[in-house]
C-alpha cells in the first residue's frame, strides 16, 4: 500500500519570496515520485518527477523537489514564486501500477 | 498528437439517469487510467487498463459503475443509476507501461453534476 501527505492545505506567499510546498509518503515499495499542478478548471499537468539517482530534481517553470529516503519526504520548493503560478499543487507516489494522489497544497501568491 | 481527450466537459443529469463518459488516450500510450475528484480533494483512483485488460478497479467503487476500453484505444466510463454523491470531476489520464516513472498525461476532466 502506498500513501501521500501533503502537510499544508493552504500557502500564501508574496510575489517574489520563496515557498516550500511539503510532501510525506509511505510505501512499502520502491517508488517513483511526482508532483502535478493544476490551474483552475484544467487537467493536472506534471511539474517534475524522481526516478532514481540524484535527490534534486528540476521541473518546469523554476520548480525544484528533494527527494529524502530517511525521511520519506519529497518537498518541492522555489526560490522566487510568481502570481501566474497561483494554483493547486498535488505530490503522487507510484509504484508499477497506479498512482497515490495527496490531497493538495492550494499555492496563493500575492502582489 | 493532441494529448488526452474528454468528452463531454460538464454533464448535468438528474438522479436516477445513466451517464457516460469517453476518454481518448495519447495514441502511443497503451495504459488508461480514471480518476475521480471533489472539491478539496486529490484524484483519487477508480480503475486503469493496460490495451485492454482491466488491472485493477477500485474497492471503493460501487457496482453502478463500469469501464472499458474494447480495442485498447478509447475508453468509457459509465455510471448507472446516478446519485448526488456521485457529483465530481472525473478524470482521465494515460502512460506508457514501461515508462512507469514518467508520469501519467491528464485530460481536462469531465464535470459530472446530479441534480
Known amino acids: 500500500a502506498q500513501s501521500v501527505t501533503q502537510l499544508d492545505s493552504q500557502v500564501p506567499v508574496f510575489e517574489e519570496a520563496p515557498v516550500e510546498l511539503r510532501c510525506n509518503y509511505s510505501?512499502?515499495?520502491?517508488?517513483?515520485l511526482f508532483w502535478y499542478v493544476q490551474y483552475p478548471n484544467q487537467g493536472l499537468q506534471l511539474l517534475l518527477k524522481?526516478?532514481?539517482?540524484?535527490?534534486l530534481v528540476k521541473g518546469i517553470n523554476g520548480f525544484e523537489a528533494e527527494f529524502n529516503k530517511s525521511q520519506t519526504s519529497f518537498h518541492l520548493r522555489k526560490p522566487s514564486v510568481h502570481i501566474s503560478d497561483t494554483a493547486e499543487y498535488f505530490c503522487?507516489?507510484?509504484?508499477?501500477?497506479?498512482?497515490?494522489f495527496g490531497d493538495g497544497t492550494t499555492l496563493t501568491v500575492k502582489p | 498528437d493532441t494529448g488526452v481527450s474528454q468528452d463531454p466537459r460538464h454533464k448535468i443529469t438528474k438522479r436516477g439517469q445513466n451517464v457516460t463518459f469517453r476518454c481518448d488516450p495519447i495514441?502511443?500510450?497503451?495504459?488508461l487510467y480514471w480518476y475521480r475528484q471533489t472539491l478539496g480533494q486529490g484524484p483519487e483512483f477508480l480503475t486503469y487498463?493496460?490495451?485492454?485488460?482491466?488491472?485493477?478497479k477500485s474497492r471503493l467503487l460501487s457496482d453502478r459503475f463500469s469501464a472499458e476500453r474494447p480495442k485498447g484505444s478509447f475508453s468509457t466510463l459509465e455510471i448507472q443509476r446516478t446519485e448526488q454523491g456521485d457529483s465530481a470531476m472525473y478524470l482521465c489520464?494515460?502512460?506508457?507501461?514501461?515508462?512507469?516513472?514518467?508520469?501519467?498525461?491528464f485530460g481536462s476532466g469531465t464535470r459530472l453534476t446530479v441534480v
Open positions: 503522487a507516489v507510484s509504484g508499477a501500477g497506479k498512482s497515490t
Open positions: 510505501s512499502s515499495v520502491s517508488v517513483y
Open positions: 487498463f493496460q490495451n485492454e485488460a482491466q488491472l485493477e
Open positions: 495514441s502511443e500510450h497503451n495504459r
Open positions: 524522481y526516478l532514481s539517482g540524484s535527490t
Open positions: 489520464a494515460s502512460s506508457q507501461a514501461d515508462r512507469a516513472g514518467y508520469g501519467y498525461t
